[in-house]
């Protein structure tokens, strides 16, 4: 084999290691498509003179590599699921020390905001463990959760999943309900693991009854710098540190990865009222590092 031959099947062969290479978001999960962009890029030449981009738009273009590096479509659904599956057994107890048991007052929150008499009939979107149905137990209301991972539904404490407040293994973006058959319904810090958040908002209205009550929970950022910088390093570096000790490392290093796939708020409540809600009211909670939308049926 000549030189120029033997460079050239050298080149095809680093070609196809390179394009190959990636890591998953969860043992045992495949994604179906991974972008080229999950090749770690060179350093940039030093002796480059392109002006710096403003913050803001350099700020929404990390955002923007970071949602091309993750999974979509079927595949980020079937890595969800599993990885929810995974980690459920310690899932209460890795959130409950992140947070500082935070979340408990802001899921008790949400229910009460959605301000419905006792005895009214509320549906808890992505349930996981029964968190959202034990608050809207303690109002007084009828609750049923549905969740798309078996291993969440199971690892719910005795009585929540009980004749009174079912919990049924199902797919939030297609409802196992007929229309207007809710009196209000809860989801929280689920929106992210969507492959659709856009589905989910049609299909809140569509089981909503005309007047009935929305409350969205979920993750958001603080508007202080400081708070921004610290509640950034203590999301992106300690949660999974926290997470690998109980739990399951690459699971909770994907959760603060995943916040780059929420819209920026000005959308979701835009999605809202585009879905037919009306009344879409946006609240910060905890200094920022959560928000709480609340909406109501047209």
Known sequence: MGLQARRRRGRARSGRIAAGTGRQLHPGVEPAHRPAVRRRAGRPPAASHEPRLPAVLAQATA????????????AKRRAVREMFDAIAPRYDLVNRIMTLRLDVAWRRRTARELALPPGSLVADLACGTGDFCRELARLGHHRIGF???MGMLRAAPAGVGDGAAPLVNADVLELPLADGALDGATCGFALRNLTAISSLLTELARVLRPGGRVGLLEVDSPTNPVLRWGHGLYFGRVVPQI???????????YLPESVA???????????????GFDDVRRHKLSAGIAQMITATRG
Do not use: C, H, M, Q
Request: charged share 30%; proline share 10%.
């Open 63 to 74: 955002k923007t590599a970071r949602v091309s590096e993750l999974p979509s479509g079927a």
């Open 147 to 149: 969740d798309f991972s």
């Open 243 to 253: 997470g690998a000790l109980l739990s399951d490392r690459d699971a909770y290093r």
């Open 261 to 275: 796939y929420l819209p920026p708020p000005e959308e979701l409540i835009d999605g809202l009222r585009s879905a």
